[in-house]
């Protein structure tokens, strides 16, 4: 593999403790959520970090969105870095290459299926033609189809977070990152969408960042996985993933590997 | 007022069934209508109409004013005061908060001063507007703007501040500019909370030019409503009541329909369900 394309050395992040006033004692600083953290990212790679719940997981890819600021440490992407310490410098989403789908999936509610997935299209300034063929190619790949003047409220869970992924893809970010987006859906839907992601990730091939807490999720998606520890966050395991692609989701816990590496997992999570 | 001119286009069998349909709907609203008018009438009856005029005769007065045109002419100062006073508060209540939503420190400054004019009775101001501008439709207007600033400059703030971070968060991320944050995203999640202000403020506004009228005036239905007083004719009064509970009902229904198509998105509410559509 050539250069990494994010790198992360010794992160660390603790949150500023809240306002002196009605603090209780207040003698020791907030705790450390993540602790000399580093690992990295190449280009086109498929990564799943997986951890106990409060493991920081979030907090990691609000990092690297920019939208949060690491207290210490170094966070690059391709050759720019993060800064640290000063919130103020963040650019959220680094000029538009940094995609993110976060737990929610924050459609707007005030506008359409459509109209949600061409926002990003529209405030870049990048709304013609064949960037609207593509948002409809999307949307058709996804499955909604015929729900493109729905408004969010009208649609189901699922669909929603479809519409809140093809979002993300529409725009074409060089790197996604996902917060556990499957998160709170049925067993089916999830499934099919785990399904969905994979096969658009082969359209495009880009590099995804894919944080959950379900150990068989990882495993199925990612090229490689990260075992995080509890707080304050650090590696407890890295694995490649060796599973021969195109996968078969649901198939996938039949695979020897798939076994025992669940089980090596399940050791390094506890 | 101009959302009237829509029902002109639908055709005399359409409007019928329409009417019909509203009846059977509304039947329970009747029902406690006609109760509230027999009370009405038994107090009349057992008072006395010299202190509570009959309803019989309040609806001939009213007829009749309508069809003279002299109550529609009262009715439409007031009206005119109402809705100009409205407009002149409601525009820089909403667009002030919009402009502070960067500022925190002005926002900080501004905010005793805003919770004190909220606070202090509006009405109270009458006596000096109508010293500073008269007893014209300024005086009148401009106690109508003050009432309904406060009211909808809180609600729009309310409704700035309860805007969803994570929205926002989204938006930065795929490249939204902060204009694009506040014209996409921060104005229309405010919207509703506007216009629960100015759902609220509607009747504040009337009740306004009414009360600035009835300090001092030569025309509006509070003129009539002071006029009944003077003349010891209870009937007048309620003929001028009768027609300010028009004109709020007339009000509130023009904010519902602005309402009912500028928020299309929602899901369905108790607002939208009322509308029996």
């Known amino acids: ?270 | 007022m101009t959302t009237l001119g829509g029902r002109s286009s639908i055709g005399r069998s359409d409007l019928w069934q329409w009417i019909a349909a509203s009846l059977r709907a509304r039947g329970d609203q009747i029902l406690v209508f006609v109760v509230l008018v027999a009370i009405w009438q038994v107090l009349s009856m057992t008072l006395g109409s010299y202190w509570v005029g009959s309803p019989w005769g309040v609806a001939t007065r009213f007829a009749a004013g309508i069809a003279d045109g002299a109550l529609l002419r009262q009715a439409s100062y007031t009206v005119i005061e109402a809705a100009a006073g409205f407009v002149l508060g409601a525009l820089p209540a909403v667009a002030l908060p919009f402009a502070l939503r960067r500022l925190p420190i002005a926002t900080a400054i501004l905010d005793p001063f805003m919770v004190g004019g909220y606070g202090a009775p509006k009405l109270a101001l009458a006596p000096l507007f109508i010293l500073w501008f008269g007893i014209g439709i300024e005086s009148k207007i401009a106690l109508v703007a003050v009432t309904v600033f406060f009211i909808v400059y809180f609600s729009t703030q309310a409704g700035i501040r309860a805007l969803d971070a994570g929205l926002v968060r989204m938006a930065q991320i795929v490249g939204a500019s902060e204009q694009h944050v506040a014209r996409h995203i921060v104005f229309p999640g405010a919207v509703p909370y506007v216009f629960a202000g100015l759902r609220l403020a509607m009747p504040y506004a009337i009740g306004g030019a009414i009360i600035a009228e009835l300090i001092s005036a030569n025309r509006g239905l509070g003129y009539l409503l002071q006029l009944g007083a003077m003349n010891f004719d209870t009937t007048g009064i309620f003929v001028a009541l009768a027609a300010t509970t028009c004109i709020v009902f007339l009000g509130n229904w023009s904010v519902n329909a602005l309402e009912r198509r500028l928020l299309r998105w929602r899901p369905p509410s108790d607002v939208t369900l009322q509308a029996g559509t």
């Open chain 1, 1 to 270: 593999m050539n250069a990494p394309l994010i790198e992360i050395r010794g992160l660390a992040k603790r949150f500023a403790k809240r306002g002196g006033r009605g603090g209780r004692g207040g003698r020791e600083p907030a705790p450390w959520v993540i602790q000399d953290l580093s690992f990295s990212v190449s280009a086109g790679e498929f990564l799943t970090i997986i951890g106990p719940s409060g493991a920081g997981k979030t907090t990691l890819l609000n990092i690297i969105a920019q939208i949060d600021v690491a207290s210490d440490g170094e966070v690059r992407f391709q050759s720019e870095h993060a800064p640290v310490g000063d919130a103020k410098a963040l650019k959220p989403g680094l000029a538009c290459r940094i995609g993110y789908v976060t737990q929610d999936d924050h459609l707007l509610p005030w506008r359409t299926t459509l109209q949600n997935v061409l926002f990003p299209l529209a405030v870049q300034g990048r709304l013609n033609g064949s960037t609207r063929a593509r948002a409809e190619m999307l949307i058709r790949t996804a499955g909604l189809n015929g729900f493109e003047n729905h408004y969010p409220h009208e649609l189901s869970g699922g669909m929603r977070k479809r519409a809140a992924l093809i979002r993300t893809l529409v725009y074409d970010p060089p790197v996604i990152l996902m917060d556990e987006p499957f998160g709170a859906l049925d067993a089916q839907t999830r499934t099919q969408l785990q399904e969905d992601l994979l096969r658009l990730w082969n359209l495009g091939k880009k590099t995804i960042v894919f944080v959950t807490h379900d150990i068989a999720e990882a495993i199925a998606l990612g090229d490689r996985m990260l075992v995080l520890s509890r707080q304050p966050s650090r590696i407890a395991g890295q694995h490649a993933i060796t599973i021969p692609r195109p996968r078969d989701v649901r198939g996938i816990m039949t695979d020897p590997q798939f076994a025992a590496l669940y089980q090596r997992v399940r050791g390094e999570l506890q």
